[in-house]
């Protein structure tokens, strides 16, 4: 397709037709799996162009490899971010993220709703480097200005909290940020980019788990690391040695030369293909679980053994008029409520019929898992109760069935409760 015709086209439409960095010698219309570790050079000096950075040629599969180069690729068409890079799971992506602008003696600051390995990287891992976490309720903004001094390294949120459903100001936090010369990164998985636009709240370093909505139905793990170019690295004591001396912003090159290369999450070529896929249809599975969820949240309010529904696209919702400005009608695919005690819980999980009981988010089945005693279940209660983990709560991850259906399951194992 020639430029001025593809330049016009909408994102989602350029995502199908991303074309590949290299002819493929069959014209395939999927991009082939490369499951090569390593590439042939013509001589010595092509060799030391691509080892340096300086072309770019791949030399081995930990470091870059053709087919995740496509999956990046695609991912930047969507987003129009400056620098995409993958990674083989949610959590890796963190990690990388946080070891590139984190130090010892430096510090994060987050909210103490932030999702079971995430709260445990931050309070226990990052400990052990001598970094320090300052939580606060970033939806204070003078509890947020109070937090940050001269060694924060960013300020850290998800976009809605799993399973607390809590959402902060954005625009708010950004302009926080930016006054004090902080990046701000935010974990957007629960609503993706589709649905989404984190630069413009101001958003500069966006991570997703691409295991959830991404991989089209729970097929692989995977993780993104997605680089706006907004922040200014000269303000970071850490990163600000590396402005203008690559291609990329100081942050993606400190994690695509150092980080990402040596610890080795690197995302491997079958999942990038499986992703690449997943992605194609991504937009239409969003619209139709999203719409799913927020018509059965709706619709369960009533069932008379359901004590409350936790879902910020709610009118009734406390979070609903900062979730309808930064994302629309839907506010993700998940949705949580209360019952009268942890019995009840369990005994509910345990008369599921349709529902599947199993962790993870956005499969195209739906999902029900009590989080306080899985994801949260090795956290002392004390430690618990300050991430607001409530022992009556059900956590939904809403899939792709019929609403009739899963309003019927939900009815079920309700009712058959001794409430």
């Keep these: 397709?020639?430029?001025?015709?593809?330049?016009?086209?909408?994102?989602?439409?350029?995502?199908?037709?991303?074309?590949?960095?290299?002819?493929d010698a069959y014209n395939a219309l999927n991009m082939p799996v490369y499951h090569a570790v390593a590439y042939d050079f013509d001589?010595?000096?092509?060799?030391e162009l691509a080892f340096t950075g300086k072309s770019p040629e791949h030399v081995y599969s930990r470091i870059s490899n053709p087919t995740v180069q496509h999956f990046e690729s695609r991912i930047k068409t969507i987003t129009n971010a400056a620098e995409v890079i993958s990674f083989n799971s949610g959590m890796a992506a963190i990690a990388n993220t946080i070891m590139a602008v984190a130090y010892s003696g430096g510090n994060i600051v987050a909210s103490p709703h932030l999702f079971g390995n995430?709260?445990?990287?931050?309070?226990?891992?990052?400990?052990?480097?001598?970094?320090?976490?300052?939580?606060?309720?970033?939806?204070?903004?003078?509890?947020?200005?109070?937090?940050?001094?001269?060694?924060?390294?960013?300020?850290?949120?998800?976009?809605?909290t799993n399973p607390q459903m809590e959402v902060a100001d954005l625009r708010v936090l950004s302009g926080i940020c930016k006054a004090y010369g902080v990046p701000l990164i935010a974990d957007t998985t629960i609503v993706p980019f589709t649905a989404f636009r984190a630069a413009d709240f101001g958003v500069d370093i966006e991570i997703a788990s691409s295991t959830k909505y991404i991989s089209g139905g729970a097929t692989s793990l995977g993780g993104?690391?997605?680089?706006?170019?907004?922040?200014?690295?000269?303000?970071?004591?850490?990163?600000?040695?590396?402005?203008?001396?690559?291609?990329?912003?100081?942050?993606?090159a400190k994690v695509r030369m150092e980080i990402h290369r040596n610890l080795g999450a690197c995302m491997t070529p079958h999942v990038a293909y499986m992703q690449t896929i997943g992605l194609e249809t991504l937009s239409v599975r969003y619209r139709q679980a999203a719409k799913t969820c927020k018509e059965l949240a709706q619709k369960i309010e009533k069932l008379p053994n359901?004590?409350?529904?936790?879902?910020?696209?709610?009118p009734n919702h406390p979070y609903y008029a900062v979730s309808q400005r930064?994302?629309?009608?839907?506010?993700?695919?998940?949705?949580?409520?209360?019952?009268?005690?942890?019995?009840?819980a369990f005994g509910f999980i345990d008369n599921l019929k349709l529902i599947r009981r199993a962790t993870n988010l956005f499969d195209n089945k739906t999902l029900a898992i009590h989080p306080a005693s899985t994801i949260f279940g090795t956290f002392t209660e004390e430690t618990r109760r300050s991430m607001d983990i409530s022992q009556n709560t059900i956590r939904i991850s809403v899939g792709l069935e019929s609403i009739d259906d899963l309003y019927n399951d939900i009815a079920q194992a309700a009712e058959k409760q001794n409430f």
Aim: with cysteine; hydrophobic share 40%.
């Design 306 to 314: 359901i004590l409350s529904v936790n879902y910020p696209a709610l």
């Design 118 to 160: 995430t709260y445990s990287f931050f309070a226990s891992t990052l400990k052990d480097f001598g970094v320090e976490m300052h939580f606060c309720d970033l939806t204070n903004p003078d509890e947020v200005r109070t937090c940050i001094d001269k060694n924060t390294c960013a300020l850290f949120l998800e976009i809605i």
């Design 43 to 47: 001589n010595a000096a092509q060799m």
């Design 224 to 252: 993104l690391v997605i680089d706006y170019n907004s922040f200014d690295w000269q303000n970071s004591k850490k990163l600000n040695c590396l402005i203008n001396q690559t291609k990329w912003s100081a942050f993606s």
């Design 1 to 23: 397709m020639e430029k001025e015709n593809y330049d016009c086209l909408s994102s989602e439409t350029k995502l199908l037709h991303e074309a590949y960095s290299a002819k």
């Design 326 to 344: 930064q994302f629309g009608e839907y506010a993700g695919a998940m949705f949580t409520f209360d019952l009268a005690s942890r019995e009840a």
